[in-house]
């Protein structure tokens, strides 16, 4: 939805010292050289960002929404799946229309000051499985990553489609998966047409 790994950046920010590191511990676990948690655990042992940062961070993201997204997709029933934090990830999502219910991002928990004391951590099949009832098939997964692609593996979704507008990475493509490198290209290969602007 967005042209960067909104977590990625957050922690980059953090520990500008560590970025380099952060960003390699991104690439691992959306190439699925590492799980989604150790990725997880592993960049927030080097950054601990604050409630206030990360709520600055989805209002920045406003301008970070992918070409062509905010046309929307018909008469689909959208989710937004992801590793990123829930505050991150809320007005995007309010943006593009998507209510907070179809939002399943990892949640965390703040103190009072807004220091980060926990997270709900749960990959993408978990919460996939979690909320399959109200996910009627056919359910179509669009990713950029190897996280992206294992509830397809796995069974969980029916389709899966690599949108490579951001970020194309090789082992996605291996996996054989149709290629959507824009938001038109994606409408075409869902035969969704772009609504009509109101006038």
């Given at each position: 939805m967005i042209?960067r790994e909104?977590?990625?950046?957050?922690?980059?920010?953090?520990?500008?010292?560590r970025?380099e590191e952060?960003?390699?511990i991104?690439?691992?676990g959306?190439?699925?050289r590492?799980?989604?948690?150790e990725s997880?655990e592993?960049?927030l042992?080097?950054?601990?960002?604050?409630r206030?940062?990360?709520?600055?961070?989805?209002l920045e993201?406003?301008r970070?929404?992918?070409?062509?997204?905010e046309?929307g997709f018909?008469?689909m029933?959208?989710?937004?799946?992801s590793?990123?934090?829930?505050?991150?990830?809320?007005?995007?999502a309010?943006?593009?229309?998507i209510?907070?219910?179809?939002?399943?991002a990892?949640?965390a928990?703040?103190s009072p000051?807004?220091?980060?004391m926990?997270l709900?951590?749960?990959d993408?099949?978990?919460?996939?499985?979690?909320?399959?009832?109200a996910?009627?098939?056919?359910?179509i997964l669009v990713?950029?990553?190897?996280?992206?692609h294992?509830?397809?593996?796995?069974g969980l979704?029916d389709?899966?489609?690599?949108?490579?507008?951001n970020v194309?990475?090789r082992?996605?493509?291996?996996?054989?998966?149709p290629?959507?490198?824009?938001?038109?290209?994606?409408?075409r290969?869902?035969?969704?047409?772009?609504?009509a602007?109101?006038?």
């Amino acid at each position: 939805m967005i042209t960067r790994e909104s977590l990625e950046v957050l922690l980059a920010r953090a520990r500008p010292d560590r970025a380099e590191e952060i960003r390699a511990i991104t690439d691992a676990g959306m190439e699925g050289r590492i799980s989604f948690r150790e990725s997880l655990e592993k960049r927030l042992a080097l950054a601990r960002p604050t409630r206030q940062e990360v709520e600055a961070l989805g209002l920045e993201a406003l301008r970070w929404i992918t070409p062509g997204m905010e046309g929307g997709f018909g008469g689909m029933v959208v989710w937004l799946v992801s590793g990123g934090l829930e505050e991150a990830l809320l007005p995007v999502a309010a943006r593009l229309g998507i209510p907070r219910g179809r939002v399943l991002a990892t949640r965390a928990r703040w103190s009072p000051a807004g220091e980060l004391m926990g997270l709900d951590v749960r990959d993408k099949p978990e919460q996939i499985l979690l909320h399959a009832a109200a996910m009627p098939p056919p359910r179509i997964l669009v990713g950029d990553g190897m996280t992206d692609h294992e509830p397809f593996r796995r069974g969980l979704v029916d389709r899966f489609i690599a949108f490579t507008a951001n970020v194309r990475r090789r082992s996605v493509i291996a996996t054989g998966a149709p290629e959507a490198p824009s938001a038109s290209a994606l409408r075409r290969m869902l035969a969704v047409r772009r609504p009509a602007p109101i006038r």
